[in-house]
């Protein structure tokens, strides 16, 4: 920069010499100038105000004032032992340059006043004398052998003072013009060389002034640069001079402190206010003058940083060493030495990494990262500099610093050498002048004559910075920027020599930096970066696998958390690399012939084992939590591509080819179970799975008679047997080892635990692709099984899982807490997902009794049977105590799903709906007796409808809708009734017959015509005249007793009720008579009679039936309750009515009817998508890239296929995005014409997708979502929604409507146990009104997807204004709309190689994130939308589970049916009742 200027260092060096020749006392006798000195001295210095009052200056002329200056200068060069004198000496200057001041001092002559700048050189000049050493004494400054130490001490403090005067003169001074600035800067210059430029001897002046004189010289230099900027020949000395003090560790300290503040101050008006902006301690941040103009900053700025030349020169202490003060020390010692062995240089290692470390600072600077320490490092500005930019700057020295030691630097030095023993030997010699080379080291001397402490590996933290440096520059490149292919070969030259392992195989400081700052290494599409992955793997298998990582560190400290994690980060961008790249061959940097060839799928098997054993070592939570996330990630893209690239060719008979339509159902149920039983196997389409209704019964599951027993070395076994490539291999071992840590070291972690769980559910969905994993079963009976050895780690998986609700319920109390009753609620959902996956466990004897076991467990709080062979308790006999409400409601979910679901889902009504699609009106279209217009179909109001059913609730929780009338397609006679049961799990409809045979014994005709009958005989028979008698013959015979004339005779009762009615008695009788002896003589003389032939006739058909009676009475609802009277618990105990009448006659029943429907029964989530285009950042753009004529990337348009199935609106019975038309029954309609095929905004189409527990619609948004939101907000607020808020507000929990006052359950987990009849009272679930506040205000989640087309877009992502756009309805139920702090983003950003990156935010908080989805994963397009969906149903589950006030779908419909009850019930009596079912309906 400087070459073309001349240097002032003879300058410098003339003025150090030749101070002492000033004086004109230095030609007489010292004890003569020392007698002189310290008269006139003494005398000047009573004027200064020290010890008196201060009086004007007796120095009136120039002459005098001169001729004092030569006294005081001779004085400033006594000895040392004059401390006073040259104390006096010191004071006087120091007053007298208040000359430049805006008020001088009193005492200061007038002569100086006039000609401040004159005299301020001058006295400047005469100031070397304080600091160069004496005359007659051999460097007396720099040894404490020749002078006390109290003595440097008090000769510091002159110094001191000296520099504090110098520097507050050039701050204040107004007055000071160029050539004083130079004399100055000159002055600091030679003084720092008298100090700085010897070797370093601990405590001497020097040592004790160097950070002093340093940073007065770097801080009067910027004033400088505001005031009269230096001359080039200035900036260039002061490079020179740099160059020979940087065996001080003060110089590259302070140059760094400078360097950093011109940074600060260069980034403010360089990228605005808007740029981070560094942040530098308050002193430091003062530095910098105010008045530096821009330009100032820039040009001071850059010739700062060049100050000290290459860093890398400090690696080679020969350069250092390489001066006339180093020589000297040489040739006078002892022993002798070379120049380098100075035992000052042993901290070149340290200066060489402070020099490293503040080139990244500045590096950081410009990246906008957080300083050194900070935890949470927040994400790169997007108006920062190109990579290239900060190459040009600092590229060449950290490209250097990265290579010192390794293989390439030991060839360029072993060239060096052998090119300078060609030379002639001679001791080289020269000046500063232009001699030193800053970027080249030298390698004259042997590197083997080094001190150990000076040997290339003791620069280890140093290469360490500077690699890591240049990592952070590289992962800094943003989406489409451009980075020079030099650039790129040296970092990856300088890459893989640092990634080159040692024997010893410790983790180094050079390999931790590199994984440290390498997390987005492969995220970024760097050319040609895929040829470092082997590198990069042999690092991984050293870092993570090792349980106590050995850290090879000297002076740079790291967290191996923090370390694990960012190598966590790197395994998690490159899983998919080896099935993407699949047999591509990786090329190498050093083009060896000789080296194999290794391809991309070699690398999967190493990767896979890396996973594998670093998720068996991993202790940190979030560490965990990545690691699972990686390892579902694995086994999904494993089974996909099996599927897609293999599976075409592998179909075996038997198995069918399945639609796309129906291979969408990846998570609802597999028919793999199904297939393998019978001796088949399938496989579906890409990001496919099948639906099982329609092969679920046609299979008989096998019993699973195979021990299920594993040693403990089954993991090693495994290792031996099984091949990595199979996904079948990788489902396995994933299945055991997350079942094993889960039980043995997770269950104590609600995160990693929520994740373990969730991986095995999604583990449960895959469909494993198996062609010899077969085992062949004879059983007793001679037939011929075949199974799935799949089939026994499923059951194994179920085992483990169920073992660990055990586990977690039998816990002390002390340990029940939210966070314990959350893992066991996902445990009970991951059971179900496992049971309605494989359904065939269930045919299992065992499983199936340890499935019911944990279910009775969390539904009473114990198990029947505590071990086996116990006596089982019986349920009466149980004290009902789940571990809390939350557990018992999951548990009950489970059991309804076994009981209902497995192995039935999806019904024929399809995923979209678990209940039936048939209601009252549905119904009375098919019934005979709805009137007809025209002989068209008749309509009927609903309340029309419901007039036909009789209502009835049992259990407080299940509504009964009897229909007594046959529907119009069944004409047999026969008693019909129609059944709507609204329980809750949903609404089902059942249609009922009583038959006295079964259908194929009835015959197709119920009535035949009348066959006709034998011929009758017409005999006559006599009817023989008999006696009636009213007692046995012998009954005179028998010994009256008292009771016999108990009985009154007829005379008797004639004297005590008169004769007159015994005699009306008596002609009753004989009346009686008469008449029946006149009708049997009628009968004989009729045809009709007995006597005569007559026909037999059937009897009309009946088709009046009590049908509802006859169901109630047959299913045991009308068996009234018996109370034993001498019991008063149950006498005074209020009657259990098994049945309960409902009034159907309100008009506000079909709306609480309609409102119940209304409830799913299923939890229901929306996600958003969105289309960024680069550069947009506006709502509007955003919106607008979903119109008709834009164009987007189809990529984008095919993951919209594999997140659900597209459905019509219109058609839909599930949920749709929008409360206000979702679970409605709907009629088929004409589809109309969608202009594009990702046209999902909810007004006509919908992505839809759905499971036996959840589901989920994927709303593509558009401006006509504005409007729609806007249209529903007013129609909302102009209507009185009161009612429905306390319904829908399913974040809160309402108390049992039907059941009696009790005591509120104040975050207790004991339940009520009193008031116990023969019947376990349900527990008392938690009253909404004392419900925590905070929890109340929590809304359901809000979940963007967000497809990216430029990464770095994700920091102005507008989720504030987005939110309009994204309403379901349900935000006016809730008491808090949603908030953009509250939002779910999932950014998804397209690379060149056609994988996809992942970026995850969400607020803040201990379950905010789910998986399987990691911040910073690299994705497959094969996988993508099914990752996505189980990312956001699992962040909507752990956002559910951190609310323990949340009402499940189940309780939320049993709290509707209990409120129904309380507004509609009939309190009719046992007689009433029954009454009551012999009404017709209307």
Same mark, same amino acid.
């Given at each position: 920069m400087y070459s073309e200027w001349a240097s002032l260092s003879a300058q410098i060096n003339a003025n150090s010499c030749g101070a002492q020749c000033f004086s004109v006392l230095n030609k007489f006798p010292a004890s003569a100038g020392r007698e002189v000195v310290m008269s006139v001295v003494k005398q000047l210095g009573t004027n200064l105000g020290i010890t008196q009052n201060a009086e004007p200056s007796h120095l009136v002329k120039d002459e005098e004032v001169r001729w004092c200056m030569d006294v005081i200068c001779f004085g400033l060069s006594l000895p040392l032992q004059e401390h006073e004198t040259i104390k006096d000496c010191v004071n006087v200057y120091c007053e007298w340059l208040t000359a430049l001041h805006p008020q001088p001092r009193i005492s200061v002559p007038k002569p100086i006043c006039e000609d401040a700048n004159l005299y301020a050189r001058q006295i400047i000049n005469h100031f070397h004398n304080l600091f160069v050493p004496r005359q007659g004494e051999i460097l007396p400054f720099l040894y404490q052998t020749k002078l006390g130490s109290d003595t440097i001490k008090r000769q510091a403090v002159l110094c001191h003072r000296v520099l504090r005067t110098l520097q507050q003169t050039a701050q204040i001074s107004q007055q000071m013009d160029r050539e004083t600035w130079e004399t100055l800067l000159l002055f600091l210059l030679a003084i720092n060389e008298i100090l700085l430029a010897p070797p370093t001897v601990k405590d001497d002046v020097g040592d004790q002034l160097c950070e002093r004189v340093l940073s007065v010289l770097f801080e009067v230099w910027l004033l400088a640069c505001v005031r009269c900027f230096p001359s080039p020949s200035l900036w260039k000395t002061l490079q020179e001079s740099c160059a020979m003090w940087r065996h001080r560790i003060a110089l590259v300290d302070q140059w760094n402190r400078v360097n950093l503040a011109l940074t600060a101050r260069l980034l403010e008006f360089s990228y605005g206010p808007d740029f981070t902006q560094l942040k530098n301690a308050e002193e430091d941040s003062q530095l910098i003058p105010a008045g530096m103009?821009?330009?100032?900053? *820039?040009?001071?700025?850059?010739?700062?940083?060049?100050m000290i030349g290459n860093p890398t020169a400090l690696c080679s202490p020969h350069i250092i060493s390489k001066s006339s003060h180093f020589v000297q020390w040489a040739l006078t010692h002892e022993k002798g030495a070379e120049t380098h062995q100075h035992p000052c240089l042993q901290v070149l290692p340290q200066i060489f990494l402070n020099a490293i470390r503040g080139i990244s600072s500045q590096v950081d600077a410009f990246l906008a990262l957080p300083s050194i320490g900070a935890e949470l490092r927040p994400p790169l500005s997007v108006a920062r500099p190109k990579c290239n930019s900060i190459l040009h700057l600092f590229g060449e020295w950290l490209f250097e610093a990265a290579h010192i030691g390794g293989d390439t630097w030991l060839q360029n030095r072993k060239k060096q050498a052998c090119e300078a023993s060609k030379r002639p030997s001679s001791m080289i010699m020269e000046n500063r002048k232009g001699s030193i080379s800053l970027s080249q080291p030298n390698s004259l001397n042997d590197p083997s004559s080094l001190p150990p402490s000076l040997t290339i590996d003791k620069y280890e933290s140093g290469r360490a910075e500077a690699i890591g440096t240049l990592c952070k520059i590289f992962c800094a490149k943003k989406t489409g920027e451009e980075i020079l292919p030099v650039y790129l070969a040296r970092f990856y030259m300088a890459l893989q020599q640092c990634l080159k392992i040692t024997e010893s195989k410790e983790c180094d400081e050079t390999l931790a930096s590199i994984l440290l700052h390498s997390s987005d290494l492969f995220r970024l599409d760097l050319d040609g970066i895929n040829v470092l992955l082997p590198g990069f793997i042999a690092a991984l298998e050293i870092v993570l696998p090792d349980k106590d990582l050995k850290l090879k560190t000297q002076a740079v400290a790291f967290s191996r958390t923090e370390l694990r994690r960012s190598a966590i980060n790197i395994l998690l961008s490159i899983m998919v690399l080896p099935l993407h790249y699949h047999a591509l061959p990786i090329r190498s940097l050093t083009a060896d012939s000789g080296d194999k060839v290794m391809t991309f799928l070699q690398l999967k098997s190493r990767l896979m084992n890396i996973l594998m054993n670093a998720l068996q070592v991993e202790t940190d939570a979030q560490n965990t939590h990545m690691l699972l996330g990686g390892l579902l990630l694995c086994v999904q893209d494993a089974v996909t591509f099996?599927?897609?690239?293999?599976?075409?060719?592998?179909?075996?008979?038997?198995?069918?080819?399945?639609?796309?339509?129906?291979?969408?159902?990846?998570?609802?149920?597999?028919?793999?179970?199904?297939?393998?039983?019978?001796?088949?196997?399938?496989?579906?389409?890409?990001?496919?799975?099948?639906?099982?209704?329609?092969?679920?019964?046609?299979?008989?599951?096998?019993?699973?008679?195979?021990?299920?027993?594993?040693?403990?070395?089954?993991?090693?076994?495994?290792? $031996?047997?099984?091949?990595?490539?199979?996904a079948h291999a990788l489902f396995v071992r994933a299945t055991y080892l997350v079942c094993h840590r889960l039980i043995s070291s997770w269950k104590?972690?609600?995160?990693?635990?929520?994740?373990?769980?969730?991986?095995?559910?999604?583990?449960?969905?895959?469909?494993?692709?198996?062609?010899?994993?077969?085992?062949?079963?004879?059983?007793?009976?001679?037939?011929?099984?075949?199974?799935?050895?799949?089939?026994?780690?499923?059951?194994?998986?179920?085992?483990?899982? &169920?073992?660990?609700?055990?586990?977690? &319920?039998?816990?002390?109390?002390?340990?029940?807490?939210?966070?314990?009753?959350?893992?066991?609620?996902?445990?009970?959902? &991951?059971?179900?997902?496992?049971?309605?996956?494989?359904?065939?466990?269930?045919?299992?004897?065992? &499983?199936?009794?340890?499935?019911?076991?944990?279910?009775?467990?969390?539904?009473?709080?114990?198990?029947?049977?505590?071990?086996?062979?116990?006596?089982?308790?019986?349920?009466?006999?149980?004290?009902?105590?789940?571990?809390?409400?939350?557990?018992?409601?999951? *548990?009950?979910?489970?059991?309804?799903?076994?009981?209902?679901?497995?192995?039935?889902?999806?019904?024929?009504?399809?995923?979209?709906?678990?209940?039936?699609?048939?209601?009252?009106?549905?119904?009375?279209?098919?019934?005979?007796?709805?009137?007809?217009?025209?002989?068209?179909?008749?309509?009927?109001?609903?309340?029309?409808?419901?007039?036909?059913?009789?209502?009835?609730?049992?259990?407080?929780?299940?509504?009964?809708?009897?229909?007594?009338?046959?529907?119009?397609?069944?004409?047999?006679?026969?008693?019909?009734?129609?059944?709507?049961?609204?329980?809750?799990?949903?609404?089902?409809?059942?249609?009922?017959?009583?038959?006295?045979?079964?259908?194929?014994?009835?015959?197709?005709?119920?009535?035949?015509?009348?066959?006709?009958?034998?011929?009758?005989?017409?005999?006559?028979?006599?009817?023989?005249?008999?006696?009636?008698?009213?007692?046995?013959?012998?009954?005179?015979?028998?010994?009256?007793?008292?009771?016999?004339?108990?009985?009154?005779?007829?005379?008797?009762?004639?004297?005590?009720?008169?004769?007159?009615?015994?005699?009306?008695?008596?002609?009753?009788?004989?009346?009686?008579?008469?008449?029946?002896?006149?009708?049997?003589?009628?009968?004989?003389?009729?045809?009709?009679?007995?006597?005569?032939?007559?026909?037999?006739?059937?009897?009309?058909?009946?088709?009046?039936?009590?049908?509802?009676?006859?169901?109630?009475?047959?299913?045991?609802f009308l068996s009234f309750e018996v109370r034993n009277p001498n019991n008063p618990v149950e006498a005074l105990a209020p009657p259990q009515r098994p049945l309960i009448v409902l009034d159907t006659k309100s008009s506000a029943f079909a709306a609480d009817l309609d409102k119940l429907d209304k409830l799913s029964a299923r939890t229901h989530d929306t996600v958003y998508c969105f289309y960024v285009k680069a550069g947009q950042t506006s709502a509007q753009q955003i919106i607008g890239n979903m119109a008709d004529d834009q164009v987007y990337d189809p990529h984008f348009a095919n993951m919209l296929q594999t997140l659900g199935w597209p459905v019509q609106v219109a058609e839909h019975s599930g949920w749709t995005g929008f409360a206000h038309n979702s679970w409605s029954l709907k009629g088929t309609s004409e589809r109309s014409n969608v202009s594009s095929e990702s046209n999902y905004n909810g007004a006509q189409r919908v992505l839809y997708w759905a499971d036996v527990s959840?589901?989920?619609?994927?709303?593509?948004?558009?401006?006509?979502?504005?409007?729609?939101?806007?249209?529903?907000?007013?129609?909302?607020?102009?209507?009185?929604?009161?009612?429905?808020?306390?319904?829908?507000?399913?974040?809160?929990?309402?108390?049992?409507?039907?059941?009696?006052?009790?005591?509120?359950?104040?975050?207790?987990?004991?339940?009520?146990?009193?008031?116990?009849?023969?019947?376990?009272?349900?527990?008392?679930?938690?009253?909404?009104?004392?419900?925590?506040?905070?929890?109340?205000?929590?809304?359901?989640?809000?979940?963007?997807?967000?497809?990216?087309?430029?990464?770095?877009?994700?920091?102005?992502?507008?989720?504030?204004?987005?939110?309009?756009?994204?309403?379901? $309805?349900?935000?006016?139920?809730?008491?808090?709309?949603?908030?953009?702090?509250?939002?779910?983003?999932?950014?998804?950003?397209?690379?060149?190689?056609?994988?996809?990156?992942?970026?995850?935010?969400?607020?803040?908080?201990?379950?905010?994130?789910?998986?399987?989805?990691?911040?910073?994963?690299?994705?497959?397009?094969?996988?993508?939308?099914?990752?996505?969906?189980?990312?956001?149903l699992n962040i909507s589950r752990r956002r559910r589970l951190d609310n323990d006030n949340y009402q499940p779908p189940h309780v939320r419909r049993r709290l509707k049916v209990q409120d129904i009850v309380q507004k509609y019930k009939m309190d009719l009596s046992e007689a009433e009742l029954l009454a009551h079912l012999f009404q017709r309906s209307i």
């Open positions: 103009s821009n330009d100032c900053v *820039a040009q001071t700025w850059y010739r700062f940083l060049r099996e599927e897609s690239e293999l599976g075409a060719s592998d179909h075996l008979g038997g198995a069918g080819v399945q639609h796309h339509e129906e291979n969408i159902l990846s998570s609802v149920c597999s028919d793999r179970s199904a297939s393998l039983a019978s001796g088949t196997v399938s496989f579906g389409a890409p990001t496919a799975a099948t639906s099982s209704r329609d092969t679920a019964s046609a299979h008989d599951y096998p019993s699973l008679t195979i021990s299920d027993d594993i040693s403990v070395e089954f993991a090693s076994e495994l290792e $031996g047997v099984a091949s990595y490539d199979n104590t972690d609600l995160n990693v635990s929520l994740a373990a769980l969730e991986l095995l559910s999604g583990l449960a969905r895959l469909h494993i692709r198996e062609t010899d994993s077969l085992v062949k079963i004879v059983d007793p009976s001679q037939n011929l099984t075949i199974i799935s050895t799949d089939a026994l780690e499923c059951k194994r998986a179920v085992k483990w899982i &169920c073992d660990y609700i055990c586990y977690q &319920c039998s816990r002390p109390p002390p340990a029940h807490s939210k966070d314990l009753h959350s893992t066991i609620v996902a445990a009970f959902q &991951c059971t179900a997902a496992w049971l309605m996956q494989h359904p065939y466990l269930l045919q299992d004897k065992d &499983c199936l009794q340890t499935v019911l076991e944990v279910v009775e467990l969390g539904i009473s709080g114990t198990k029947s049977q505590s071990k086996t062979g116990d006596l089982p308790k019986f349920k009466d006999e149980k004290e009902l105590k789940p571990a809390s409400m939350r557990v018992r409601d999951a *548990a009950e979910n489970l059991l309804t799903i076994i009981l209902e679901q497995v192995g039935y889902f999806p019904s024929e009504c399809g995923p979209e709906s678990i209940s039936s699609l048939l209601d009252e009106l549905a119904l009375m279209k098919h019934c005979n007796s709805l009137p007809t217009v025209d002989g068209s179909v008749g309509v009927c109001t609903a309340e029309q409808a419901i007039s036909k059913f009789k209502y009835f609730v049992t259990e407080n929780s299940t509504i009964l809708a009897l229909l007594e009338e046959p529907l119009g397609n069944d004409q047999d006679p026969q008693p019909t009734v129609t059944l709507l049961i609204r329980g809750p799990f949903g609404r089902h409809a059942w249609t009922m017959q009583l038959r006295h045979l079964p259908r194929s014994k009835s015959g197709i005709k119920y009535h035949a015509v009348n066959p006709g009958r034998p011929i009758a005989m017409n005999d006559i028979t006599q009817r023989p005249e008999c006696e009636q008698k009213n007692f046995p013959e012998g009954v005179d015979k028998v010994q009256p007793c008292v009771a016999d004339y108990s009985i009154p005779t007829i005379d008797q009762i004639r004297e005590q009720y008169g004769a007159s009615i015994i005699n009306d008695l008596e002609v009753m009788l004989e009346n009686q008579s008469i008449h029946e002896k006149l009708a049997w003589a009628e009968s004989d003389n009729n045809v009709d009679s007995l006597s005569h032939a007559q026909e037999c006739v059937p009897p009309t058909v009946c088709h009046e039936f009590h049908a509802a009676r006859l169901f109630l009475s047959h299913f045991g959840s589901e989920i619609a994927f709303v593509v948004p558009n401006a006509w979502n504005l409007r729609y939101n806007n249209e529903m907000d007013g129609c909302s607020l102009s209507s009185n929604c009161s009612d429905q808020s306390t319904v829908n507000n399913v974040w809160i929990r309402g108390d049992d409507a039907g059941s009696m006052k009790s005591k509120t359950r104040n975050l207790s987990l004991e339940l009520d146990t009193g008031n116990r009849g023969k019947e376990p009272v349900p527990p008392t679930r938690r009253k909404g009104n004392v419900s925590k506040p905070a929890l109340l205000l929590q809304a359901p989640a809000k979940i963007f997807l967000v497809w990216l087309e430029s990464f770095e877009d994700y920091l102005n992502f507008p989720v504030e204004d987005l939110l309009a756009y994204a309403r379901t $309805g349900e935000e006016l139920h809730s008491m808090q709309l949603p908030r953009a702090a509250d939002c779910h983003v999932i950014f998804v950003h397209s690379l060149q190689s056609g994988l996809l990156r992942v970026k995850l935010l969400g607020p803040p908080g201990r379950m905010s994130f789910a998986t399987p989805l990691v911040d910073g994963m690299v994705l497959s397009r094969r996988v993508v939308g099914n990752l996505v969906r189980q990312t956001a």
